[in-house]
Nanobody, 114 residues
Framework: QVQLVESGGGLVQAGGSLRLSCAASRSFGINTMGWYRQAPGKQRELVASITRDGSTNYADSVKGRFTISRDNGKNTMYLQMDHLKPEDTAVYYC?????????WGQGTQVTVSS
């Protein structure tokens, strides 16, 4: 079992920045971790993912604005979000794959005002 706890969401004006954190209860066996988001009335979508060795993948909509990283020693993943836009407003979830099982956090709200 892995528990994931997100933090760092909030309200920010367009053009601003936020940094999300995802703390995992353990790191052993976790390979890929990712950030997803879900806006009202829309499907959950991948924002960015990172493998244990640091390979990253981003949705086209956030490339150049968001940066994903992880600290395996601290069992924590981060999402630095810069140049935020109102369309980035959503609940952001972290997930982790461990031995072919996917775990999800409870989500953190990000609201970007215009």
């Amino acid at each position: 079992q892995v528990q994931l706890v997100e933090s760092g969401g909030g309200l920010v004006q367009a053009g601003g920045s936020l940094r999300l954190s995802c703390a995992a209860s353990r790191s052993f066996g976790i390979n890929t971790m990712g950030w997803y988001r879900q806006a009202p009335g829309k499907q959950r979508e991948l924002v960015a993912s990172i493998t244990r060795d640091g390979s990253t993948n981003y949705a086209d909509s956030v490339k150049g604005r968001f940066t994903i990283s992880r600290d395996n020693g601290k069992n924590t993943m981060y999402l630095q979000m810069d140049h935020l836009k109102p369309e980035d407003t959503a609940v952001y979830y972290c997930n982790a794959d461990r031995f072919s099982v996917t775990y999800w956090g409870q989500g953190t709200q990000v609201t970007v005002s215009s």
